[in-house]
């Protein structure tokens, strides 16, 4: 289980410089490890920044632990065997196994330049190739990549979901399955559009930008019902090709300017600059921005051509004479 260097404070001593157990432990932990004072603001998340209380010429090992330097109140340096005492404790061998076979933890970090996808591609290939692993060893993955595949998993189930949920609530405002069919339809590519802005932008596909996906599915359907509602209220007092175009037109300003607030709205999260931790949502921010700015002519253009041309085969089917 691990080897461990345990130091145990005289009270009694510490408390005849003016040091308290506290004091003490700060001392030791700021000399071996540092402190973080501050934090950077990097790409993707915040970087602490790691300030030594003194020069680390070389490691400091078990046998001159004893002698780390403590500060009192008064401006002395004592070493650290003066108010305390080190001592060593062996590990315990430990052995872990699951369904009676021995299991071995592997652990890592990704450096630099990076992402997860690719390292664990990388890594997959490796372990993979013929004669690298021992006969009778086998390995899984988990850690990080794999809760980010739960998390997938449960966001395409949610994004699916979303999808049904807008088709059965569309066929019952509309009782028309060519209307319902087009405008989920319309979402779907909006949707499609993430991954053309996550790639212009360099950011990876993360939890993050798949919430971005499901709510598009959303806003992209509102865009849509803005124009569909208007166009089944013009039909009926107009011809239905005059309908569909005038509620485009109708509907062209409204549509326009809340995507272009939506848009403007988003930008300072989808550009990263407040500097207050967005990069986080960045992906969603960037997901969104995307979606809309296809779903626009998708709504004002794309969609009106094919109600249009439902309406035509409507036309060329036979009329029933009574």
């Known amino acids: 289980a691990g080897d461990a260097l345990e130091i145990h404070v005289n009270p009694v001593a510490a408390a005849s410089f003016g040091l308290s157990v506290a004091d003490i432990t700060g001392q030791v932990s700021k000399f071996l490890q540092g402190d973080v004072v501050t934090k950077y603001v990097g790409r993707q998340s915040e970087i602490g920044v790691r300030l030594w209380a003194g020069a680390k010429n070389e490691e400091v090992r078990r046998n001159r632990l004893k002698d780390v330097p403590i500060r009192t109140p008064q401006g002395r340096l004592i070493p650290l065997s003066t108010v305390a005492k080190v001592v060593f404790q062996g590990g315990q061998p430990q052995l872990t196994r699951s369904n ?3 299991v071995v933890a592997v652990t890592a970090q990704i450096g630099g330049g990076h992402d997860l996808g690719s390292t664990i591609a990388a890594v997959k290939t490796r372990l993979e190739t013929p004669g690298f692993l021992p ?7 988990g850690g990080a990549y794999k809760q980010q595949q739960m998390a997938a998993q449960g966001m395409i189930k949610v994004f699916g979901a979303a999808i049904i949920a807008e088709l059965i609530l569309l066929l019952f405002l509309y009782e028309s399955l060519w209307i319902a069919l087009i ?10 559009a993430v991954f053309t802005g996550l790639w212009i932008a360099g950011v990876e596909l993360n939890i993050t930008a798949m919430m971005g996906m499901v709510m598009i599915v959303g806003i992209a359907t509102e ?6 509602s208007e166009y089944q209220l013009l039909r009926q007092s107009m011809p239905d090709t005059k309908a569909i175009f005038e509620a485009a037109i109708n509907r062209l300003r409204p549509i326009t300017m809340s995507t272009l607030a939506m848009i403007l709205a988003l930008l300072p999260l989808a550009a990263a600059i407040s500097g207050s931790g967005d990069q986080m949502l960045q992906p969603l921010a960037l997901a969104i921005i995307s979606g809309t700015i296809i779903q626009l002519p998708m709504v ?3 969609m009106p051509v094919l109600i249009r041309m439902t309406m035509r085969k409507r036309r060329t089917e036979p009329k029933e004479i009574t």
């Open 183 to 192: 405008v989920v339809g319309s979402s779907v590519v909006a949707v499609g």
């Open 100 to 102: 009676l076979a021995q």
């Open 223 to 228: 865009m849509s019902i803005f124009l569909v």
């Open 135 to 141: 006969r009778g060893v086998s390995y899984t993955i």
């Open 300 to 302: 004002l253009f794309v």
